[in-house]
């Protein structure tokens, strides 16, 4: 079945630190792939996403690029703020296109000033 | 400002109590969900509502029980909960389709405590 695998947590950076948060998929068809956030006490709120092979999803200065070789879907940042602590949430569309998302268990980031 | 709005952010219920929690979209999609958050699992899908009609039960307890009257209004009627029920009960919706992407957006969450 669809799976997504992403790096355990926490990770702690500096300001201005280079983020990368790893993330992997299984699945069969060609799913979506769409990074979450959550900041503290809050819901999730959409990041970014990616629908097809090579798309490259972009926002507030993240990124991350639907690479269907390596079947990864890597979050990247190259200057974190403190404002960025939050968990991560790595996810794919599920292929009964019910619109239900299979999420990754979550990587929380820690940026200290 | 979310399109998803969850009523109330915050309940404490006894295990005898009934309650409900309350979700709506503003955002015109045709599919709501809710998930469960906990702190020792990972986001859990529980409901799954197209068009009003119930697609998905994720084998969840019969002490949950959804309701979607209509395509923008979700619930969750909750009654005799367990203390291990206590977590972040967030729903969501989404415009189903080949062309739609599937996003899904949050609200920002109920959180429950039962004790």
């Known amino acids: 079945g669809n799976s997504v695998t992403q790096m355990e947590g926490p990770v702690t950076l500096s300001e201005e630190a280079f983020l990368t948060i790893n993330c992997t998929y299984t699945?069969?068809?060609?799913?979506?792939l769409f990074w979450y956030v959550q900041y503290p006490g809050e819901g999730l709120q959409l990041l970014l996403k990616?629908?097809?092979?090579?798309d490259k999803g972009s926002n507030k200065g993240f990124e991350a690029t639907y690479r269907k070789e390596t079947t990864s879907f890597h979050l990247e940042k190259g200057s974190v703020q403190v404002s960025d602590s939050a968990v991560y949430f790595c996810a794919l569309s599920g292929v009964r296109s019910q619109g239900n998302l299979i999420f990754g268990k979550g990587t929380k980031l820690s940026v200290k000033p | 400002e979310t399109g998803v709005t969850q009523t109330p952010r915050h309940l404490v219920m006894g295990m005898t109590n009934k309650k409900s929690l309350k979700c709506e979209q503003h955002l015109g999609h045709n599919a709501m969900y809710w998930y469960k958050q906990s702190a020792k699992k990972p986001l859990e899908l529980m409901f799954v509502?197209?068009?009003?009609?119930?697609?998905e039960n994720n084998s969840v307890p019969s002490r949950f029980s959804p309701e979607c009257p209509n395509s923008s209004h979700l619930f969750l009627h909750l009654h005799t909960l367990q203390p291990e029920d206590s977590a972040l009960y967030l729903c969501a919706s989404s415009q189903t389709g080949e062309s739609s992407g599937n996003t899904i957006y949050f609200g920002e969450g109920s959180w429950l405590t039962v004790v």
């Open positions: 699945a069969t068809g060609y799913p979506s």
């Open positions: 990616a629908t097809k092979a090579d």
């Open positions: 509502y197209n068009f009003k009609e119930q697609t």
